[in-house]
Nanobody, 117 residues
């Protein structure tokens, strides 16, 4: 059974930092692309950043230079370090595992990030 469990969300002031964690179980990390997505109220879910097991990363232009995705293949963990947070980063952040070369994917339950003064 595949499980993705996010943690680390919370309330932070503009300019602050948070580190999100995603604990994965039930998947072979080597054949999945792990990613962080977010959904703000009234908006569509959007890509934040992705990482492969050989540490190829991709991130949205809106977070480049501020957010960093990383992973630990041994522990099956994925992290999102978020710095210089802005009001518009407020959203529910989801962890996603996408099996390479297939349509299979899995989502976590999400963790709320609120940036507010």
């Amino acid at each position: 059974q595949v499980q993705l469990v996010e943690s680390g969300g919370g309330l932070v002031q503009p300019g602050g930092s948070l580190r999100l964690s995603c604990a994965a179980s039930g998947i072979d990390f080597s054949i999945y692309i792990m990613g962080w997505y977010r959904q703000a109220p009234g908006k569509q879910r959007e890509l934040v950043a992705t990482i492969t097991s050989d540490v190829r990363t991709n991130s949205a232009d809106s977070v480049k230079g501020r957010f960093t995705i990383s992973g630990d293949n041994t522990r099956k963990m994925v992290y999102l370090q978020m710095n210089s947070l802005k009001l518009e980063d407020t959203a529910v952040y989801y962890c996603k595992a996408s099996r390479q070369y297939s349509a299979y994917s899995y989502w976590g339950q999400g963790t709320q990030v609120t940036v507010s003064s």
